[in-house]
């Protein structure tokens, strides 16, 4: 109990570090960086959890955004324990306190399960807490914190690995339920860590299969009833997915939910050659040489998805442990460690299989991948590179077998604690990501959403530009402080984004009186975001807007600037205007037309 009240301990103060200056503003702010706009999405999800309960709305049936047709939420998938923990926690505490706890939760946690999984392997301590070391923090994790908090709950796969280990050794009820357990918090993550988690299970009966051959009969018994548990476990959650997938029409519905996705995306989210070797983009000192690739297909199109970088320390300890392994693999196996590299050693490979492309071109030839065949029957994943985190899993163990190794073959302690430090140090300053802080403050906001809140009345704002083409995730973060109803936020391929494509223009004064007809009220006008597009259209539509006779100026706010020129906020540089929707002559348009 006290080497894990250290290790937990440890765990929390790299956390702290790592994340700076998060643990400063647990209530303020929240990871990210200048690229995406989705953990305000995600903020926004909390609030809305909070805001239907106190007010007795169903919370699959949202009538605040996409105003006044409104957005059915069920039609994308669903996590029913999530958002009741969510629910809960954004109530006491807040939804960026509950943002925050959940991201720094996840390093810890990532943390303490690897050091559980490498401790079983090897019974050594440091060695465990190198592993644990590597997984927390990779960039990989860092680049879901900042983008996809659900993706950043990392910290199920050494459980998982743990308990087929458990359950192959000891074959018990415990064993079981903790495997059934794994599989349904990573479900409850996300359906990418679902589908990896019955991946990895699926390599490990085949290592058992290869390795034991009819002996394996048992383990491979007690690992159906395993996943026949978690299925009626996990019933509600997996039968949208299993109805998608054995359906033979495919319908609009489906698309719109995320359930059917582009087989061109397969391409753009795979991983590349330079993936998994180059250093994160956001490096202090490596990152602009590997800003140099972005977008080349040897290293690929997105900051995020391609953020894979395994570390080159790493890497030399899993390949000292593979090493030792094939020297000694055709003699008797001489303890855990050495009966397990085989198995992460096919892992790692499976895994970083999974994560390329549909297939490789090669001269004439055409060499199909696992993902061709997969996305036939669940065309719903699309990201495949994030099978990445499987490799780095392994590598990070393989490379945790490697430290204890090495330090076995060491006899002084002061050695043994020296190599354990560099070890350490090494990684982290491969992973390290500041400066720039990656903290985006939310504590102060435009103050034009601060004048809509006191507006009394139950109205609909509508946010220009409109967002047309997919939902603007800050303007549905600004609802969340004036709490009016919005039209912005509308999902694609539904017939309110279609109308809202038909209302983009909004110095035509026919907008203005279908605006008018829907409820709307007020009119918030981003002048920054019409400029900053660089586009003539858009600047000629922002100098007509004031022309539009069914507008009238309110108030004019003027642009704020963040209090803290190294932490990014979310107030605006320039002029937010206010303009209050009349009753409009649609024949004054056509007289000014002609």
Known sequence: MKKILIVVLIFTGLTAVMTFPLIKGLTSSFPGFHSTDE??????????????????????????????FGVVLSQAPQYPLNDFITRLSTIAFGAVTTYNLAILFSFVL??????????????????????????????????????????????YFPLLLLSLFLLKEKSNRASVALLVLSLALSALSSYYYLYFSLIIIGVYAMFIVIIEKRNSLHTLKLLLICLVLACILLMPLLYPILKTSLSP???????????????????????????????????????RFTER??????YGMSFTEHTLYLGLTPFFMAFIAFRQWRRRRKGPVENRASAYIGFFALLALMAWL????????IGGLKLYMPSVFMYRVLPMFRAYCRFGIVVMLAIAVLAGIGLALIRAKCR?????????????????????????????????????????????????????????????????????????????????????????????????????????????KYVVIH?????????????????RIPSNPALRLVKSFPGQMCPDKDIRCILEPGVI?????????????????L
Not at 46 to 62: E, F, M
Not at 132 to 153: D, E, K, M, N, T
Not at 293 to 298: A, Q, T, Y
Not at 469 to 475: D, F, H, K, V
């Open 110 to 155: 990532a943390g303490l399960c690897a050091y559980f999984l490498v401790y079983h392997i090897t019974n050594d301590f440091f060695a465990s807490v190198y592993s644990g070391v590597i997984y927390s923090f990779l960039p990989y994790h860092f680049a879901r914190a900042w983008q996809h908090p659900s993706l950043a709950q990392i910290q």
């Open 354 to 361: 999974f994560s390329q492309p549909p297939w490789w071109k």
């Open 412 to 520: 002084s302690s002061r050695i043994k604690a020296f190599i354990v430090v560099v070890a350490c140090a090494a990684v982290l300053f491969e992973f390290w990501n500041y400066p720039p802080l990656k903290t985006i403050n939310v504590s102060s906001v435009p103050a034009a959403y601060l004048w809509l809140k006191k507006q009394p009345g139950d109205f609909i704002i509508a946010e220009y530009p409109l967002d047309t083409e997919s939902p603007n995730e800050l303007y549905k973060f600004h609802q969340t402080v004036h709490e009016k109803m919005i039209i912005n936020g509308t999902i694609p391929k539904t017939f309110a984004h279609r109308f809202a494509q038909s209302i983009a223009q909004l110095s035509n004064i026919r907008t203005t009186a279908t605006l008018y007809r829907m409820g709307v």
């Open 249 to 287: 029409h495919k319908t609009a519905s489906m698309v719109a939910g995320g359930y059917i996705r582009p087989f061109e995306d397969l391409f753009a989210q795979s991983a590349r050659p330079l993936s998994y070797l180059l250093p994160a983009s956001v490096h202090p000192l490596f990152g």
């Open 293 to 298: 690739f972005v977008g080349s297909p040897l």
């Open 577 to 593: 205007d206010i303009y209050e929707v009349m009753k409009a002559n649609t024949s004054m348009g056509r007289e000014k037309a």
């Open 39 to 68: 953990p305000y999405g995600v903020l926004w999800y909390s609030w809305w959890l909070k805001y239907s309960s106190l007010h007795g709305l169903a919370s699959y049936a949202c009538p605040v955004i996409a105003a006044p």
């Open 527 to 543: 002048r920054e975001a019409y400029l900053k597009t660089g586009l003539i259209e858009q600047k000629e539509e922002l100098g």
